[in-house]
C-alpha cells in the first residue's frame, strides 16, 4: 500500500522527555562512548557543560518514541515490516543535557516516490518544556516496494 | 569548553583519528535496551531470515553512535557539533569490525565541515556521505 501523501506536514502531539543522568551514561556505554564527560559529572562541570551531555546520537532515542506515534497511524498507511533505514541527520542547537525537561514533536517531512520504492521523512524537533530549541532528528526511511504504479506502466 | 583541536591548525585535508569497532552480538541487544528499539531482526537470528537476511544486522543507529565518537573524540566538546548526517548503504553483520574514516573537507571561519565514512572488512560502506559540521 502506497503511504498517504496527505499526511504530509502533519504534526503530532508532543510527547514529554525527562533526561536522566543514568539514561545518558546508559546510552553511551552502548556505543562505546568512554570520555568522562559523558559519565561523570565533576569531568562534565570542568568542561563547563551544567550537568552530563548526552552524546550526539542521544536524541534518536526522542525520535524513537515520536515515531512510533506517526508510523503507527494507520491512516498513514506504513508496514513497518518493510522499512529500512535510509538516512539520518541531526541538526543541534545545543547538547542534550541530564536533567532537561523536552518536548518532542514528530512531523512527517516527506513521503515520495523513489523508483520501486518510497521514502519517508520524519523529523522531531526537541525543544524544553520553555520553548528553548535544542534539535531536530530528521530520519529518512525506505518503504521498499510500496509505491504506486506509474501511470502508463504495469 | 574549549575544542581539542586547535582552530588555528585544522586545514582540509586533515585526516581525524579512526575509530573502529568489532561488533559483538551483546553490543546490539545492550544498544537495542539503551536506545528503546527491540526490532528482532537486531538479536533474534530466527526473525532476521525469515526476513531474508543471513542473520542479525547491527542497528544502523550503532553504527552511526560509534562513527560520532570520532567526531567527539576529534572536537572534544559535543556542543561544538552543529549538523551531523549519515547515509545507512550497507548492513554490517555480528563479528564483523566498523572502521570509521573522515578528514577536513572545509574550514570557513570558525565552521568546520567533516566528511566522513564507515566501512566493514572488505572495505564495503556501512556508513556514506558523512557529514559533521563544527563550529569551533
Known sequence: MALNQALVGKAYPALRYEVGREKLREFAIAVGETDPIYHDEAAARAAGHPDLPAVPTFAVVLSLRAGQVVYGDPELGLDYSRVVHGE???VYHRPIRAGDRLLATGKVAAAQAKG???LLTLETEVTTEDGEPVCLVRGTLL???TAPPREGRA | MSPRVNLAEVRPGD????VAETIE???LVRYAGASGDFNPIHWNDEVAKAVGLPGVI???MYSMGVAARMVTGWVGDPAAIKRLRVRFSTMIEP???LTVKGEVAEVDGGRVLVRFHAEDEKGE???SKGEAELEL
Do not use: I, N, Y
Open chain 1, 143 to 145: 518503504s521498499r516496494g
Open chain 2, 58 to 60: 547491527a542497528h544502523g
Open chain 1, 116 to 118: 520501486r520504492h518510497e
Open chain 1, 88 to 90: 539520518q541527520e541531526f
Open chain 2, 125 to 127: 560502506k556501512v556508513l
Open chain 2, 25 to 27: 552480538r551483546m553490543d
Open chain 2, 15 to 18: 585526516t581525524l583519528p579512526e
Open chain 2, 95 to 97: 563479528g564483523q569490525t
